[in-house]
């Protein structure tokens, strides 16, 4: 069984930086192997993808967080992260992550439970 568990959400000013964590468990999933991607939902909007990071390691956002946001993993503790600097209000939402069915390869199907990030002054 897979499980995603995010952590590292919290309330910053605008400007500030949050650094948010995905660890993985479970004996199929390996970050090394299957793509995860960071999705966030404010109130009231649809979820949007934020950041995707595949197995080979190439990355891609969303324009809105271009620049300022950067996807990473560390494939020894079996963790995605998702370093955000330059926050503004607007990036306000809870963030989740979203992994890859170890058996169903492009079928992203595992949610985390999700993480509150709150810019606000």
């Known amino acids: 069984q897979v499980q995603l568990v995010e952590s590292g959400g919290g309330l910053v000013q605008p400007g500030g930086s949050l650094r948010l964590s995905c660890a993985a468990s479970g004996s199929m999933f390996r970050i090394k192997l299957n793509g995860v991607d960071w999705y966030r939902q404010a109130p009231g909007k649809q979820r949007e993808l934020v950041a995707t990071i595949t197995n080979d390691g190439s990355t891609n956002y969303a324009d809105s967080v271009k620049g300022r946001f950067t996807i990473s993993r560390d494939n020894a503790k079996n963790t995605v992260y998702l370093q955000m600097n330059s926050l503004k209000p607007e990036d306000t939402a809870v963030y989740y992550c979203?992994?890859?069915?170890?058996?169903?390869?492009?079928?992203?199907?595992?949610w985390g439970q999700g993480t509150q990030v709150t810019v606000s002054s």
């Open positions: 979203n992994g890859e069915n170890p058996e169903a390869p492009g079928v992203f199907d595992y």
